[in-house]
């Protein structure tokens, strides 16, 4: 992952749709700005989950951009409806689902949920780009069974270079309900 700042590479998402849901303005305001400086011209501005789920029955959307919505967690249970929701073909849209606060706990739900990957806040438009590009490349399977609907789990990361030292995760006490 990653793309050197050095590229003369031009990513455009001008004939990208792009479903938002985040319930604060600001997060909204920063959101929209980003996916815009990278040409994103149709942007679903959702500040609740009913009008989210309102846009993906009614229109047909390339990316979902969701906040998990903090100690509720009703960002979390909006990717999990839509995943078994059958409205095709958004259901098997990649959605890339951000955090405020990212304890292990919170990105396991994020897997478990159905989303392609979590960003913790705050983001930057270098890391949004990053991860629109993975999401894109990585054309990850999709699996639907019992208890998971959503893009296949088993992936390999290749982690940190062998003799980097690297800490544990802080445990938080303020991580969301599971």
Same mark, same amino acid.
């Given at each position: 992952?990653?793309?050197?700042?050095?590229?003369?590479?031009?990513?455009?998402?001008?004939?990208?749709?792009?479903?938002?849901?985040?319930?604060?303005?600001?997060?909204?305001?920063?959101?929209?700005?980003?996916?815009?400086?990278?040409?994103?011209? +149709?942007? @679903?501005?959702?500040?609740?989950?009913?009008?989210?789920?309102?846009?993906?029955?009614?229109?047909?959307?390339?990316?979902?951009?969701?906040?998990?919505?903090?100690?509720?967690?009703?960002?979390?249970?909006?990717?999990?409806?839509?995943?078994?929701?059958?409205?095709?073909?958004?259901? @098997?849209?990649?959605?890339?689902?951000?955090?405020?606060?990212?304890?292990?706990?919170?990105?396991?739900?994020?897997?478990?949920?159905?989303?392609?990957?979590?960003?913790? +806040?705050?983001?930057?438009?270098?890391?949004?780009?990053?991860?629109?590009?993975?999401?894109?490349?990585?054309?990850?399977?999709?699996?639907?069974?019992?208890? @998971?609907?959503?893009?296949?789990?088993?992936?390999?990361?290749?982690?940190?270079?062998?003799?980097?030292?690297?800490?544990r995760r802080r445990e938080d006490g303020l991580m969301?309900?599971?």
């Open positions: 992952m990653g793309f050197s700042a050095d590229s003369r590479a031009r990513f455009n998402l001008a004939q990208v749709s792009v479903l938002v849901l985040e319930e604060t303005p600001l997060g909204m305001s920063i959101l929209v700005q980003i996916l815009g400086g990278f040409g994103a011209r +149709k942007v @679903y501005r959702c500040d609740t989950v009913e009008k989210a789920e309102r846009v993906v029955r009614e229109a047909e959307v390339d990316l979902l951009i969701i906040d998990a919505m903090g100690r509720s967690g009703a960002g979390f249970d909006f990717v999990r409806w839509l995943r078994r929701s059958g409205i095709r073909p958004n259901c @098997y849209v990649p959605v890339i689902l951000t955090a405020a606060h990212t304890p292990a706990m919170a990105i396991a739900r994020a897997r478990d949920c159905g989303a392609h990957i979590v960003m913790a +806040k705050p983001l930057t438009p270098r890391a949004m780009l990053d991860r629109i590009i993975w999401v894109a490349r990585a054309g990850r399977r999709f699996v639907e069974c019992d208890g @998971y609907v959503g893009p296949d789990r088993r992936f390999r990361d290749a982690g940190l270079p062998r003799g980097l030292e690297f800490g969301l309900p599971g």
